[in-house]
């Protein structure tokens, strides 16, 4: 009997997972879920909310009581907080950075974790983030790591926000990628890591039609399989 596939892909910021996400989710005709969008909106709620990062109560609070949804397809999703389409305004490198800080505060994990469970249970899914394969959905089908190298990751995100962010330079990106990358795999609380079961795929020379291809070699046969 068939039943929905979860596919997970995880990986350090730039390396890839939103993009191939998106892509993943419309190929197959999945719900697409990008949990790194989640995060930012609930840094928007803080910031909007003038609390200090550094207060994990009232910020985890903050979080909880905050509406956040992800509507549309993979191609065109959008975010809502409170109703309001923020999916413009969270993507400045304040709110990134803002989103990377509270990502370590355990009650902000746990509360979206929870909503990203819910999320999974409504069918076929692809999800990315850093902590999907290991926390959230240890038992998805499929489970991809993505990576590079800090350069190339810091040069695909300043290309990314360098038009939003015209004092924004290449040094300040790469600063903050290696920042990220240290508070990611170090928080207590759901680090960075690399599922057993995973398959590393380092996207540092590849194009993204490259690693696309190799997801789905890896993709095809568990996709066969759930529909026997």
Avoid: C
């Amino acid at each position: 009997m068939s039943r929905p596939i979860i596919i997970a892909i995880d990986g350090p910021s730039g390396a890839g997972k939103s993009t191939l996400g998106r892509t993943l989710a419309r190929a197959l005709g999945l719900l697409y879920v990008d949990t790194g969008a989640m995060y930012r909106a609930a840094a928007l709620a803080v910031t909007e909310a003038g609390v200090s990062t550094t207060d994990a109560t009232e910020v985890g609070a903050i979080v909880a009581r905050a509406s956040i949804d992800l509507v549309g397809e993979p191609d065109s999703l959008r975010v809502l907080l409170g109703g309001r389409d923020v999916s413009d305004a969270i993507r400045t490198e304040q709110i990134s950075h803002t989103a990377s800080v509270i990502s370590t505060i355990p009650e902000v994990r746990r509360e979206l974790v929870r909503r990203q469970r819910e999320m999974g249970e409504r069918g076929g899914i692809v999800l990315d983030g850093r902590d999907i394969g290991t926390v959230v959905f240890p038992n998805a089908d499929v489970k991809i790591f993505l990576t590079a190298v800090p350069e190339e990751r810091a040069k695909r995100r300043y290309a990314e926000e360098q038009a939003k962010e015209p004092n924004l330079t290449f040094e300040d990106t790469l600063t903050d990628i290696n920042a990220r990358d240290r508070r990611d795999s170090t928080r207590a609380d759901s680090p960075l890591a690399i599922a057993d079961d995973a398959v590393v795929i380092d996207t540092t020379e590849l194009s993204i039609e490259e690693v696309f291809e190799r997801i789905m070699e890896v993709v095809r046969p568990r996709v066969q399989k759930n529909r026997i």
